[in-house]
């Protein structure tokens, strides 16, 4: 056997393991009868709201995303708020209750390294997550045909698709967290607590915070909304609306302050080509995964240091 396959033994028994206990939990099914009713009433408020506008807009099935009546949000909102709760339900006791249940040395001590139950273990639930996610997305695509009897286009597609990725994209934030959390605490309950209250702070405060700092730090105006425009980037909650909104929108031109001269020669309401939207949402989809990257390994390294007792 080379050092390779020796290396990652036991990979794949510790990510099916995850994968189909995921897939079998009694939080996962309750969070997803949750996500699958809050998207279809938002969906048939979505159909009813456009329906008189089949021959404007040539962009409709990404319309459907976004289009919202009165006081009831939008798909986007929803996913917006729902999201984050999955992927807290699925990893905040992802290795504390291996911890509480005495199985960590169990498992150890079988030939798996440590940081290879720790990849598995992620990747088994993101596997979870990117499934559910894009039956979700199908089924939205699908029932916006029904609705409205026209095919999506080639683009329209492709921004369906890079907005799946970029949902994928922020579940996979809130999972690593909520499992750096699991962690450091060994009871579930702190874990839990503590990443709630960081999504609440982060979706909620945060964005006021940024604002108060930036215009604290600078008097021109100009200069303070790029601070902010900076600062707030570090909620994942405003990172995952700035790139929807560009995808989902494509007469979106820009996602900060915009000088003048950067408009001159546009037409307003002229949509942008996806190459020059996906260059728009460059920056956010970076971060995504510099966090994504950053949390994780400074979860690898906690749980590499951590002493594990039979």
Do not use: C, H
């Not at 950053?294 to 749980?303: A, P, R």
Request: net charge positive; charged share 10%; proline share 4%.
């Amino acid at each position: 056997m080379s050092n390779k396959e020796s290396s990652l033994t036991g990979f794949s028994v510790v990510f099916e393991k995850e994968f189909y206990d995921i897939m079998r939990s009694v939080r996962f099914t309750v969070m997803l009868i949750l996500i699958l009713a809050t998207a279809a009433i938002s969906l048939y408020i979505s159909a009813v709201t456009i329906k008189n506008y089949v021959s404007e807009d040539s962009f409709l099935l990404l319309t459907f995303f976004t289009t919202s009546k009165d006081s009831f949000p939008s798909f986007l909102s929803l996913m917006s708020f729902l999201i984050p709760i999955l992927g807290i339900a699925l990893g905040f006791d992802a290795v504390n209750k291996e911890f509480s249940q005495k199985t960590l040395g169990r498992i150890l001590s079988q030939p798996i390294f440590r940081d290879v139950l720790l990849f598995a273990k992620a990747l088994g639930a993101l596997g979870a997550l990117a499934i559910i996610l894009l039956s979700l997305f199908l089924l939205v695509i699908g029932a916006g045909m029904l609705a409205f009897g026209v095919p999506p286009t080639t683009e329209q597609i492709g921004r369906a698709l890079i907005f799946y990725f970029i949902t994928l994209l922020y579940a996979g934030i809130w999972y690593i967290l909520a499992m750096l959390f699991s962690i450091i605490y060994k009871q579930s309950s702190t874990s839990a607590f503590l990443s709630i209250a960081l999504w609440l702070f982060l979706m909620i405060f945060w964005s006021p915070i940024s604002q108060l700092i930036a215009y604290n730090l600078s008097a021109n105006e100009l200069r303070a909304m790029n601070i902010y425009s900076a600062l707030s980037n570090v909620s994942p909650y405003i990172l995952f609306n700035k790139a929807a909104i560009a995808i989902l929108r494509p007469t979106t031109r820009s996602l900060g302050p915009v000088m003048f001269y950067q408009m001159e020669g546009a037409i307003s309401g002229t949509p942008l080509p996806l190459s020059q939207s996906l260059l728009l949402i460059w920056p956010q989809l970076t971060e995504f995964i510099a966090l994504i990257i950053f949390i994780f390994t400074f979860g690898y390294i906690k749980f590499q240091r951590k002493e594990i007792r039979m």
